[in-house]
């Protein structure tokens, strides 16, 4: 059986911006590539999260969210280095529903891994499992990746940088699972001409109101049960994939009327970062965010939750293990290294022979392919 991957219709190409435009602006030309829920967005997510968490789990955590911002973009950033790691961001709901149907299958909904790769193969033997995305399967398996890094001989410490990277990474899958266009073969408006709705709606309309609105605090209790916490790592996932996946037609429709409405009026010169680029005014996200009656930023506070919750019951299932601060001679390089040592271990980086010296060895779980 085939199992390529094929291209990631989420990367950096459908990921862009509405065409952002070459500036003779002191020699520079200056481009916005925008993916998952943006930078930003994903750093001020696991921030976000970070305060809702019981102050023992933050001590026992190091203290800081500083590492679980810093982090919480490498999954995206892995798409440049790992051909597999694309179709761990979405899955394409729609498209499954109607191959599933076709075929006289049943709904994808809650499928287990292997019942799922067993149908794709009969429907297709030339087909890859990972084709429509494999999101709610990444989810649990990066819960039982972070369980894990938790664990130890003695149950009361464990590795603080290896508990980061899984929790940084859980985080990451979540957010993206409450992205609408997270769950659509037509994940970037490539099949009814609205190219840009992606970074419209989880980009460019979050970081609008990043530094104007807050989100409530949940107040976690440490004592909690593992029984009793409201994440469950097989089932919440595809909970949280439905309701992402109620909301794509509303998005569609009302970025078709925003069009109309900003058609020639509704973007502008703005700054993004170290970037100038063009893109929707003020004004029009604004309008944005009233034909979507508001619901992006609800969404954004929902998914701080999620994480908070799925990084706590993480830890509670564990046995609410402290951390021990990392001894290790590559604790101060940049996370894409770290990263790329990994895979070459491995025999998964394409390129230039890359000499590394490092004695670090983080295991690396699989999603069986």
């Known amino acids: 059986m085939n199992t390529s991957l094929p291209t990631d219709p989420r990367s950096s190409q459908a990921s862009l911006a509405k065409s952002t435009l070459p500036l003779q602006f002191a020699g520079l030309l200056l481009l916005t590539v925008l993916t998952g829920w943006g930078f930003s967005p994903h750093r001020h997510l696991h921030a976000v999260a970070w305060t809702h968490l019981p102050q023992d789990m933050k001590e026992a955590w190091g203290g ?23 179709a761990r961001h979405y899955l394409d709901l729609d498209d499954l529903d109607t191959l599933f149907t076709s075929h006289g299958k049943p709904a994808v909904w809650g499928m287990s891994w292997g019942t799922y790769k067993q149908s794709i193969f009969e429907i297709d033997s030339l087909t890859s499992p990972r084709t429509h ?7 649990e398996w990066s819960y039982r990746r972070l369980v894990k890094a938790m664990a130890s001989n003695d149950s009361t410490t464990c590795e603080l940088d290896n508990v980061i990277r899984a929790a940084a990474d859980l985080g990451h899958y979540l957010a993206d699972a409450h992205v609408p266009l997270h769950t659509s073969g037509n994940s970037d408006g490539q099949r009814s001409g609205q190219r840009g709705i ?12 990043l530094h104007t609105r807050t989100c409530p605090c949940l107040h976690l209790k440490s004592f909690e049960a593992v029984e009793g916490m409201p994440y469950d790592p097989v089932w919440t996932p595809w909970d949280i994939l439905k309701d992402s996946h109620a909301l794509v037609e509303d ?12 058609a020639n009026n509704g973007w502008r010169m703005r700054t993004r970062g170290r970037t100038l680029a063009m893109l929707p005014s003020l004004q029009a996200l604004a309008a944005w965010d009233s034909l979507t009656n508001g ?13 908070a919750k799925a990084w706590h019951a993480a ?5 609410q293990p402290h951390m021990a601060a990392s001894t290790e001679s590559d604790i101060g390089l940049p996370p894409w290294l770290l990263y790329l040592q990994r895979r070459w271990k491995r025999g998964n980086v394409a390129g230039q ?9 983080t295991s690396s779980l699989h999603l069986d392919p």
């Open 64 to 86: 800081s969210p500083e590492r679980l911002v810093r982090w919480a973009t490498q999954a995206d950033a892995r798409k440049h280095l790992d051909s597999l790691e694309g």
């Open 295 to 307: 619901h992006t930023w609800p969404r954004f506070c929902t998914t701080a939750d999620h994480i």
């Open 251 to 262: 998005v569609f429709q009302a970025e078709r009327e925003w069009q109309d409405m900003v």
């Open 133 to 139: 995305g494999v999101l709610p399967w990444q989810l």
């Open 198 to 209: 992606h970074a419209l709606w989880e980009t460019q309309a979050v970081e609008a109101q």
């Open 353 to 361: 022979d890359l000499q590394h010296k490092s004695n670090h060895a």
């Open 315 to 319: 830890w509670m299932e564990a046995g």
